[in-house]
């Protein structure tokens, strides 16, 4: 009588999974909208090698080597990042970036709902002087402890360019009492991004832009003590911390 063994599941630990993604970003895959689907696949094709008894430096070792190794990966990243649409072109072109090729139909499919949300920093890195106030601070540059900061507040010259974060369309709003200057990004059903106390618009109210699009500069309208940027993403509603939308690093 014919019997099979099917290996017991293996999972990997919180260290493990770090150990990812640190390696994953010392690799150069920095692109934010496709770290966390690659995270995902990388470590789903490694734990399925430790399942059959692999050390864990062999099967991570192995899964990499599915997608390509560092080129293959940089590879998928050069593609997500030019693809004109997404959801066909690069797929197609990722058929000869892996032999994981299974994995990389996820993240390519994933990869179209993803483009529609904010994933970059709204203005030129060298313009940054300081982060001044994180999101979900309290009490610190609030005067009362009721509010919560719905952003993160960077402070930079007076007049630097604002760009959107993503594709999106404009709604402009005049709000001095809080927001100032201030621009509405609709990126999609689910986000939408807001950039605030701008000294000036560059765009005009439903205009429709794409990803690295001047819309604005950087202002001390409304409620503000000097020029910074205020910026929120929103997703179904709700602030969520802007920092999981760009990369600092």
């Not at 807001?194 to 001047?214: I, M, T």
Request: net charge negative; aromatic share 8%; with cysteine.
């Amino acid at each position: 009588m014919h019997s099979s063994t099917v290996p017991p599941a293996a999972t990997l630990t919180d260290a493990q999974v770090a150990h990812i993604v640190a390696d994953l970003k010392r690799r150069g895959l920095l692109y934010v909208p496709l770290l966390d689907d690659l995270v995902d696949h990388v470590c789903c094709l490694t734990e399925t090698r430790l399942a059959h008894g692999d050390p864990f430096e062999d099967a991570y070792a192995a899964a990499l080597a599915d997608f390509g190794g560092t080129r293959g990966l940089r590879r998928v990243q050069r593609r997500a990042r030019s693809a004109a649409s997404p959801h066909t072109t690069l797929l197609r072109r990722m058929t000869y970036a892996s032999s994981a090729f299974v994995a990389l139909l996820f993240v390519a499919l994933s990869f179209n709902a993803s483009a529609q949300q904010p994933s970059a920093l709204p203005f030129a890195k060298e313009h940054l002087v300081r982060v001044s106030a994180e999101f979900g601070q309290v009490g610190k540059i609030w005067r009362t402890t009721q509010q919560v900061h719905r952003g993160v507040d960077f402070v930079v010259p007076e007049g630097t360019p604002i760009y959107a974060t993503g594709p999106g369309t404009v709604e402009l709003r005049d709000e001095p009492q809080s927001y100032g200057l201030n621009i509405v990004l609709t990126h999609s059903e689910t986000y939408t991004s807001r950039y605030s106390h701008l000294s000036r618009f560059a765009v005009e109210d439903g205009q429709a832009v794409e990803q690295g699009d001047l819309i604005g500069y950087a202002g001390n309208t409304g409620r503000s003590t000097g020029p910074h940027l205020h910026y929120e993403v929103l997703r179904d509603g709700e602030p969520v911390d802007p920092s999981g939308y760009y990369d600092l690093d």
